[in-house]
């Protein structure tokens, strides 16, 4: 018996050992379950002010808030058994592009996107009229 280690036989194939690698736990959750898009308390901010405002007006009622995967949804109903009147969506994705907000009515369509928050909530601003 020496102390050198065994020599690999010819023609006999031996599993290789892997080095074990660090992997950050931050990272790793991440990629396993990625957290859902959410409202930054300014964004909250700027979207409950202009909710408060139409609440007294009567025309809004009731909203849910929805935290998804790819994109946070605030919805504002008239009333809640109804769809949605409108939707501010915050998608992430779309930030570099189009930009990350948007204002989406009952049907789908895209009333207005931005970059900016408050310059997309413009959107629900009514114009006044001359009344003759």
Known sequence: MTDQPDLPEEGVERPERHSASVVD????????DPLPVTF????????????GRMVGEG???????????????????????????????KNPKLAAKQGAYSVVNTNGMILKRGHDLKQ??????KVLKLID
């Open 25 to 32: 736990l931050k990272d790793y959750r991440q990629a396993r």
């Open 40 to 51: 930054h308390r300014t964004e909250l901010d700027a979207i409950l002010w202009v909710y």
């Open 59 to 89: 025309e809004w009622r009731d909203y849910a808030l929805d935290h998804l995967k790819d994109k946070a949804v605030f919805s504002v109903f008239k009333r809640s058994g109804e769809m949605p009147l409108y939707r501010i969506e």
């Open 120 to 125: 997309v909530l413009k959107v629900f601003d």
